[in-house]
């Protein structure tokens, strides 16, 4: 229910248990978003639970991965927060809503977004968007404009952000060209296909490139230098979210920042109060300022180009005006700063000064500003405190502090990026093994058993596998356990079984500390899910896991369907008929054997030289018939058409019912003459069918397909489908035209 007070489970002494519901651990804003939000729950002792299912689609009731999500349960969680943005791009506000419905016993959170009717954390953005457009117009003097824009609808962010962009560029008459206005899904990819797109158009290239996250605009960096393309000297890029990866560029990243440490812990001090009683449950919204970062990749210069170029000593600001609000937290750390170099130098004790670097620098991790604060704030105030102090001893210590200062900084770097050494090395060997374990043909408990043996390259300290059963999707069997890096014994019969909205107990007793959920999903079907823990943040790597691992698991599982013809078991069960290969209504193969066999068949025919064809058929007037002789009558035409089909092709052919009215044929090592025949032969019995006059009603059908001679080029799997399913929908266009 929204508004009102809630209900909560909080009524014992442990850790409460706060859900989160996030697409994925891989983009960096939600890296830093879940980092942040680890950081916030371990300051108030909450033990946070992550559903990582990724986006729901536009006009669909769920995404590919969204599976992990139906597993949240208010049963186990004490609170839930939702990422609207994450979840939801296209229509964040109505998607969320209708999740957040489902925990009505609970308090409900959303984080960086409006869910109406719920407490939201949310930014205000448009007065820094609009600062940042003036600051492009107005102090580089820039008049073309482009934009690279994420999921696009009404709701989404990337409309609110183009709609505040074009309304500010209007009030200097100028706007965006729409060919230049660019569709992305907020990747690196998608900057670096726009840099690509801007290269080669054929008119003026634009004098800036407005990314609306800091993913794309670094895919975009990259792209336009390794096109020998300066940024900023030859094109600006500037971006959104002010990511820590920004400080990797060769410039310094202009950028909107987007106070993910300060809205975590607004939230969090909220749901600590909610659930302790101190507070009731409201549906308040909190809005936090978004702050404009001007840097080197919109043409501003760097303190020490300016240093370089003015010849004078070092600035402490740019001359380009900064926003009120960077312009105080920039004096707040200088003033500390110099208060606590001055109390060094009174006490001659360097303790304090310590201290204040490290928690400075743990600060400034959280966004790019980590170079560029650190190098501006501490190069002139040490420039500063020399000039104060002539003293040769205090010059001495200032000297030996900013040293220390600027060596802590190396130190963090360092250690930082030997973590992520030692996890790409781990994650790096499960890659290689995981991908040795597809290409053999094990059965789903060979394939528990490989993934289980390779589980400690990770260095993940709880680990746990649960598939569903197969007399009950909504029940789970614990299949592969790890506690403390060292794997659980399971019996290979009679596995702990139990609801999958309860999560697991470990071996007994309750999980603690943070968790990450990830669903065991492929090709849209869900087998289960993984459970990870997540110590010293380490998360980066868990998408990586998911998708090797539901590889693993679908390929195993088609391999045991194969080998104890599970077609005949799905029929008495609907929960295992789902992870059928045949079409229990026509008794053709379904379009999860095409996906599976059939791209394995058409593989070994490239790889061996055979030539392949892919037949595309659809039944005409399927609908007329539906509407005017009833549905019975349209069934008794699909599988009057599947009889046909059945009986006119090879037995190693694979025949498919696509879906409804839509039917595929795949034949390999096959003439093209003999396809042609084949045609013919449906086509005679189609009209010997129809002289039959068994049905008030005749049967149709058009088709399409490509033939691939043997030892031609290789072309992919999913071109030769869309490419067949094209030619047939040509062919009826024709033949409408004609008649």
Known sequence: MSGGVKKTNLSRTTKPRVGVLIDSAESFFNHRSIADLIDAADERQIDLLFFFG???????????????????????????ILLPHSIAPHNPSSASQAIASRFNTIPVYSLFGETPGYYSVLTKEDPSIAEMIRHLVKDHSYRKFSVLRGPN????????????????LAESNLTVPPDLVIDGNFTMEDGKRAARHILTREEDPPEVLICLNDQMAIGAIQEFTNKGIAVPGDIAVVGFDDVEENTSLPCSMTTINFPTRAMTSALMDRVMSDLSGTTSYTPDQVVIEANFMHRESCGCLSWLDKAQNNGAPIEPLDQTPSSPATLKRTALIRRSLEETVEDCLGTRDTTGFVEFINQTIATLSHSGELIESFMQTFATQWTVCLLRHQEFEDQSLINALFIDAFRLLLQVKLKQFAVIHANDQGSLHFYQKCNDLLANNMTTAEAIQGIGD????????????????????????LRLAFRR????????????????TQLICECDRPLRGHFGLCPIEYNGFAYGYILMSIENKHFGQFDMIQRLISQ???????????????????KTNDALSRLSMIDEFTGLFNRRALYLTGR????????????????????????KINDAFGHKDGDAAIQSLSSILKKNFREKDLVVRYGGDEFVVLMTNIEEQAIHTALERITAQIESFNARKSFPWTLSTSWGYVYNEAG????????????????????????HQKS
């Open 54 to 80: 990724g986006s729901f689609e536009k006009g669909k009731g769920s995404g590919p991965r969204s599976y992990a999500f139906s597993i949240a349960s208010p049963g186990g969680l004490d609170a839930i």
């Open 153 to 168: 609808n009404d709701e989404s962010v990337s409309a609110t952000r183009l709609r505040t962009i074009e309304q500010t």
């Open 454 to 477: 390779n589980i400690p390259d990770l260095g993940i300290d709880k680990f746990f596998l649960v598939l569903l059963t197969p007399d009950n999707p909504q029940e789970g069997e």
């Open 485 to 500: 890096g060292t794997r659980i014994d399971i019996a290979d019969s009679n596995y702990p079984r139990f609801s999958v």
């Open 552 to 570: 693993i698991i679908d390929t195993a599982i088609a391999n045991d369907q194969l080998s104890s013809h599970i077609q005949t078991l799905t």
């Open 600 to 623: 394995n068949m058409f593989d070994q025919a490239i790889v061996a030289g055979q030539s392949s064809c892919f037949i595309f058929l659809d039944m005409d007037g399927l609908k």
């Open 712 to 735: 031609a080029k290789p072309v992919s799997f999913d071109w030769v489908i869309e490419e067949s399913d094209a030619r047939l929908y040509e062919k009826k266009r024709l033949r």
